[in-house]
């Protein structure tokens, strides 16, 4: 199957800071992707889609200014997140939809990211 | 809105006995439903069902799909202990995945 990576896959950062979390699609070309939050126990909530070169569709609840999406190309989204707070501590997972075999429904998820904010 | 919901949401049994785990949905303009396994990190794809009735097997795992009672079971039989983890269904509508809150499987040796 495809595969995503996500970096970093840990980060620790200090309450005011903002972090910047990378998706990338390594074997194929993703024209949207996606982004979740999992808080624990809790299944995945999708945050965002993010479409090559446009900008990204949030879901209800989620602050666009908070969490800015780029998708600059057809195999990179970045999420940040500004301004970090210790309710943003969370698992954030990338997911990306493989364009070249047109497998629409199915979607390949990236490692996730682990976020501290202290 | 669109909806899914799993049960159980957690299930601990022994090593060698088979379980279902259930997974109803209610979604605008239904395209697939996907099942997922989730260990420690981030979930990998276990099957994909469009059409019901045809049941899709992998082992000792197996699902299939009604689209006229809106639901899926996923079985797994002779259970081991590494099927430990976190199964998710997710239904697919016209855009997005909308995710099931998970079953906590647990394999007891």
């Known amino acids: 199957g495809a595969v995503v990576s996500q970096h970093p896959s840990w980060v620790i950062c200090k309450s005011g800071t903002s972090v910047k979390i990378e998706c990338r699609s390594l074997d194929f070309q993703a024209t949207t992707m996606f982004w979740y939050r999992q808080f624990p126990k809790q299944s995945l909530m999708l945050m965002a889609t993010?479409?090559?070169?446009?900008?990204?569709?949030?879901e209800q609840g989620v602050e666009k200014d908070k969490f800015l999406i780029n998708h600059a190309s057809l195999t990179l989204s970045t999420l940040t997140v500004t301004s970090a707070h210790p309710e943003d501590s969370s698992f954030y997972i990338c997911?990306?939809?493989?364009f070249g075999t047109g497998t629409q429904e199915t979607q390949y998820f990236g490692p996730g990211t682990r976020l501290l904010v202290l | 809105e669109d909806k899914v919901v799993q049960s159980p949401l957690s299930l601990v049994v022994h090593e060698g006995d088979t379980v279902t785990l259930n997974c109803s949905y209610e979604v605008t303009n239904f395209r697939s439903l996907l099942w997922y396994k989730q260990e420690k990190k981030a979930p990998t794809f276990l099957f994909m069902l469009?059409?019901?009735?045809i049941e899709k097997k992998s082992g000792r795992l197996s699902s299939i799909l009604d689209k006229k009672e809106l639901f899926s079971i996923l079985n797994i039989t002779a259970t081991q202990t590494g099927d430990s983890a976190i199964y998710l269904c997710a239904v697919k509508g016209v855009q997005k995945l909308v995710f099931g809150q998970g079953t906590r499987l647990t394999i007891n040796p």
């Open positions: 997911s990306a939809r493989d």
């Open positions: 469009t059409s019901s009735g």
């Open positions: 993010s479409n090559e070169g446009s900008k990204a569709t949030y």
